[in-house]
């Protein structure tokens, strides 16, 4: 029974270390055509079930100064440029304020249109209402892939990957652990490379990163404190 629990222990650690490598790609890359997706039926009259929520919003916070064609091919475009960016993983800063902005619209029929999302029996949401509610989970989602994608942030476990060979013998020194943060610095992939190939999880490689940046913001401030040149 013990050696049964083992293995299932090493299966969900294999798995795990998998999803933290390549979910939130996954969840970027579906997020994406989900956007793109809606965006291409916009351009279609008629087609998008959105359709004529998505004017009536607009209408209400443009204040009526655009027009419904215009509105409806301006989200249309919007969408279709963040699934392109977040499928193809470019133009991410751009992006995620785009997404952040167009959020903005998805969820403020909840506001804006309170008694047409909410007009079922018993104040039950319509489809409509059903419609704009599930984008909640899409809110989520874009706060995930902005934190984990944006500006090369990543998931990490703080473990070692169940086939990584941990190399026995002297811990690494200082000055080792130093090479290692300068070399993989800046790049998320070279990271997760060395942390592998040196038998060191990717978290203590980051909480090494951590001390010898704040190291070193001390050891500046101090020389700078030692070699100021005083005012006569």
Not at 15 to 24: D, E, F, G, P, T
Not at 103 to 108: A, K, M, N, T, Y
Not at 187 to 200: C, K
């Amino acid at each position: 029974m013990r050696s049964m629990h083992r293995r299932i222990l090493h299966v969900e650690n294999v798995i795990h270390h998998k999803l933290v490598a390549h979910s939130v790609t996954v969840l970027r890359i579906a997020v994406g055509a989900v956007f793109l997706g809606f965006g291409v039926l916009k351009f279609f009259p008629g087609v998008s079930p959105a359709e004529n929520l998505t004017q009536a919003t607009t209408h209400l916070l443009t204040f009526g100064l655009v027009s419904d064609g215009v509105s409806i091919v301006a989200i249309a475009t919007l969408e279709c440029f963040i699934g392109i960016s977040l499928i193809a993983g470019r133009w991410m800063r751009a992006a995620i304020w785009l997404l952040a902005i167009q959020f903005v619209g998805i969820l403020s029929p909840l506001v804006l249109l309170p008694e047409r999302l909410f007009a079922g029996p018993s104040g039950a949401p319509t489809l409509e209402g059903q419609y704009v509610l599930k984008d909640v989970i899409l809110v989520a989602a874009g706060m995930v892939i902005a934190a984990v994608t944006f500006r090369g942030g990543r998931l990490v476990r703080g473990d070692l990957p169940p086939s990584s060979a941990i190399r026995a013998g002297v811990p690494l020194a200082g000055e080792q652990k130093l090479r290692l943060v300068l070399e993989g610095d800046g790049d998320p992939l070279r990271f997760a490379e060395l942390a592998e190939r040196h038998g060191i999880s990717e978290a203590q490689l980051h909480d090494w990163r951590e001390v010898a940046r704040a190291s070193a913001a001390r050891a500046l401030a101090e020389h700078d404190a030692r070699t100021e040149v005083p005012v006569r």
